[in-house]
């Protein structure tokens, strides 16, 4: 039946608001930058010099990480008194590399990843014939495999959103997500630590969008913490499911499992999810939800939008990656894109938007004791607003492990800036 599945859509929805532009503006927190190293590099295909984007990079005997971005680019924060540690560097399908930190003392950091090429499918780990009796096993055994402590994320977010080629607006958090345990019902609360923003709508003869949510987007995708968002082990006929090749991630054998969903009236998802074929677990799951359904589509995405217009998303795309620490897995990253057409009437031709959000666990803690939350909690409706300052601080992200910056990013903002300055 329909209505049941359409219910799952709803969580992993991204709300967008299209009107024209606002005033106000963010608050900078300022922090100073404690003792603290900052590694920079590159992380790239050994074949083809290629950069590796979503790669991971973690420090060993902590719960410091971070990845890279789509440039390959990684900015690493690590404390000074942490002078004689090894950093591991993973990605699925290519062999993963623990260098010293030596190693990134160096000028320019580039490291080299090989790709796996062992023959997967004749590893004898492998035992499961049946995609579906896998899949109910990876959501029955979530309650012991994934983390059942109350804890506590430091998370870097970034919100992106381009019209075209040119970037019309940044918003970046330092936050922290405070995560119930996988076996609980209990909904996932994120605190502000800190934000910036900037955008230049006026200047790039655009309407003014906004993204509700904000990073409780990529982290509703937690499909583990709350499986009901897709599916569940009462739900599993609804979709068709088939194994593709496995891969490798680490020193981990994953399953590859394609996923459909069979009822197609109203926008479904497909994917894949890979699954680590020792314990069962959902390592990572890349997702899409099929929105050709452009009415339906439409109601589900677009809240506001300015008279005149026709707005509906035209690509809807879903990542998440799981960590694992100590035969525990946690939610780890992820990631959300939107693409969608404004027509405007009378005139010849429409306008594309990209929304990107991502949201990266740089650092956790075990947290036992339930938070009190105070004025730092954020609306599940939140949006952020516009700040034309953070940008100018240097020292604004003390020592909380971000994303590097995209460079074509670091660029529109750069430009927004100087024109700001000069006006």
Known sequence: MRST??????????????????????????????????????????????????????????????????DGEFSLKIPKDLDDVNVRV?????????????????EEVVIELQESL???????????????????????TRGTNYFNDRTTMTAFYREAIKRGRKNVSLSEA?????????????????????????????????????????????????????????????????????????TKIDDQYLYVVNFEELDKSMPWYYGKLFIDANTFSLAKASFNLNVDNRSAATDLFVKKKPGGTKVYPVEVNYDITYREKDGRWYFGYGHTQLEFVVNWRRKLFNSRYKVNSELAVTNWEINPEKVKKDDTFLSRRVVMNDDVTGFADLSFWGENNIIEPDESIESAIDKIRDKLENN
């Open 5 to 70: 599945s359409l219910n799952f859509v709803r969580p992993l929805l991204i709300l967008l608001f299209v009107f024209s532009l606002p005033t106000g503006a963010f608050a900078a927190f300022q922090q100073t930058i404690s003792d603290f190293t900052e590694y920079k590099g590159l992380v790239v295909n050994s074949r083809n010099d290629e950069p590796l984007a979503g790669a991971y990079l973690s420090v060993q005997n902590s719960n410091i990480a971070t990845v890279t971005n789509s």
């Open 90 to 106: 993973s990605y699925l399908g290519f062999q993963s590399r623990v260098l010293p930190l030596q190693f990134f003392q160096q």
């Open 118 to 140: 062992e023959e997967l499918e004749e590893v004898a780990v492998f035992t499961y014939t049946d995609p579906v009796a896998l899949v109910r096993n990876m959501l029955e």
């Open 174 to 246: 330092v936050v922290k997500i405070h995560k119930q345990p996988y076996d609980s019902n209990a909904d996932d609360d994120i605190a502000l630590v800190k934000a910036r923003k900037t955008a230049d709508y006026d200047r790039l003869d655009t309407v003014a969008l906004k993204l509700r949510g904000g990073p409780y987007n990529p982290l509703s995708i937690d499909i583990m913490k709350n499986p009901t968002n897709i599916f569940n082990q009462q739900d599993l006929a609804n979709f068709k499911f088939s194994f593709d090749e496995p």
